[in-house]
């Protein structure tokens, strides 16, 4: 894990050895050199994944760095799961801003600390930087999963029955709520709207599911209709969905049917973080199964044909017109 030095404060390699280093995974050297050594399992392949979250587009700057880090991770880990891939294995560029100081520091290590035990993941390295702006954290995240079942975006079928876990629409919501820009909203189901967007839960407990029973799946995090549609172009089908089956919380409910932006809130804005999976028809009723008895839901809302797009029912059958369709991550503030 790389560092840089600042002469004003403790040095970075300092933060390192004290925050950092007392987590590591076997093949890190303890952060004291420039790579680490990882070897996967007998009969399993490794799956890569990385994103990058940054102050005042995925976190605002007096958010607790405990739930940014602990954000960073998890973000990494949904993809993973989308993939049918166990998580193993990250590594942290930690870009600092110019407001740091030693108490952010060890409260961001105590928050992916707390996540690396509770996911099963070890540190394995990284780099440290400070820049002229806002935080920046990058993960990069490594799981496995068994040689030649890789679950990609790529194969979804015509006749595939499309499913999706948890709720829609939560995360984007619970931004603008952070932004205090949600009328009458009481206390109860404003915290509950903050903490799903500041704290992602990855489905995890689905992966095996995903590798039995998948043709294609893919983690939401940009708009179940715009990450609807990657799915899609990748696989070179159609979907259709109808809202009346999308999954909403009892908060995000209320919202829709009070407010007509709502709709198009929870469905194109992003941080859902939840997986979109298709599944062959001969195959729905033994992963119903499968998955019926998990922490979260996992429901019906469409079905994969051929052709191209995505269409969105309305209650009445109509299709629902987007001006845009997901989060665009070359434009404006998330």
Avoid at 153 to 164: S, T
Avoid at 182 to 188: M, S
Wanted: glycine share 10%; hydrophobic share 40%; aromatic share 8%.
């Amino acid at each position: 894990m790389n560092s840089r030095q600042n002469s004003n404060r403790i040095s970075e390699f300092s933060l390192i050895g004290k925050y950092f280093a007392p987590f590591v995974g076997n093949g890190s050297f303890g952060l004291q050199d420039d790579a680490a050594e990882i070897v996967p399992s007998k009969g399993m392949s490794l799956v890569i994944t990385q994103d990058a979250i940054a102050e005042g587009i995925h976190f605002f700057a007096d958010d607790g760095p405990m739930l940014i880090a602990q954000k960073a991770l998890r973000v990494n880990l949904s993809d993973l799961a989308a993939k049918g891939a166990t998580p193993k294995y990250i590594s942290l560029a930690l870009g600092l801003g110019k407001s740091w100081s030693e108490e952010w520091v060890a409260d961001f290590a105590k928050g992916l600390r707390e996540d690396c035990t509770a996911f099963s993941v070890q540190l394995t390295g990284g780099d440290t930087f400070t820049t002229d702006a806002g935080f920046v954290i990058s993960i990069t995240a490594i799981g496995e999963l068994p040689t030649g079942q890789y679950v990609s975006r790529l194969e979804a079928k015509p006749g595939d029955v499309l499913y999706v876990t948890g709720y829609i629409g939560d995360g984007a919501l619970g931004l603008l709520a952070r932004q205090n820009k949600l009328d009458g909203l009481g206390n109860e189901d404003r915290t509950y709207l903050i903490d799903r967007y500041l704290l992602p839960q990855p489905r995890i407990e689905i992966s095996p599911a995903i590798l039995k029973f998948a043709t294609a799946s893919m983690d939401i995090s940009d708009g179940l209709v715009g990450d609807l549609e990657k799915l899609c172009n990748a696989s070179e089908v159609s979907a259709n969905i109808d809202v009346k089956n999308i999954p909403f919380s009892t908060t995000s409910m209320r919202l829709v049917e009070s407010e007509s932006n709502s709709l198009n809130t929870v469905l194109t804005g992003g941080d859902d973080y939840e997986i979109l999976i298709t599944i062959n028809p001969a195959d729905c009723e033994a992963f119903e199964d499968a998955v019926s008895s998990m922490s979260f839901s996992v429901k019906r809302i469409g079905t994969i044909s051929g052709g191209q797009g995505v269409k969105v029912f309305d209650t009445d059958g109509q299709v629902i017109e987007f001006n845009k369709t997901s989060y665009d991550h070359s434009g404006e503030n998330h």
